[in-house]
């Protein structure tokens, strides 16, 4: 099994900047990837941004140039920097990790955290 805690989240006026943070823990070694998704209400959960241990991303369209996920590999930890934001980025946002994380689909999940962009 694998732990995933978030933190971060929180309340920003559109145009501002978020940072969220996810640790895992446990069974490390049974997954290569790491990535972030978000829900809003009334629609499916999506993948955001995710990236392999060995540096690959994946981005949706969304957000591209304007949130960057990186990772920290000794610390097992991946960061999701949202820059630009607009109401539509309004959602509960999941960390969640696998072995096909970076397409989309995730064995682990956190608990989530909201981001509320305000207009």
């Known amino acids: 099994q694998v732990q995933l805690v978030e933190s971060g989240g929180g309340l920003v006026q559109a145009g501002g900047s978020l940072r969220l943070s996810c640790a895992a823990s446990?069974?490390?070694?049974?997954?290569?990837?790491m990535g972030w998704y978000r829900q809003a209400p009334g629609k499916q959960r999506e993948l955001v941004a995710a990236?392999?241990?060995?540096?690959?991303?994946n981005y949706a369209d969304s957000v591209k140039g304007r949130f960057t996920i990186s990772r920290d590999n000794a610390k097992n930890t991946v960061y999701l920097q949202m820059h630009s934001l607009k109401p539509e980025d309004t959602a509960v946002y999941y960390c969640?990790?696998?072995?096909?994380?970076?397409?989309?689909?995730?064995?682990?999940w956190g608990q989530g955290t909201q981001v509320t962009v305000s207009s």
């Open positions: 969640g990790a696998g072995r096909r994380t970076i397409a989309g689909v995730s064995d682990y």
């Open positions: 446990g069974s490390i070694f049974s997954i290569n990837a």
């Open positions: 990236v392999t241990w060995a540096g690959t991303t």
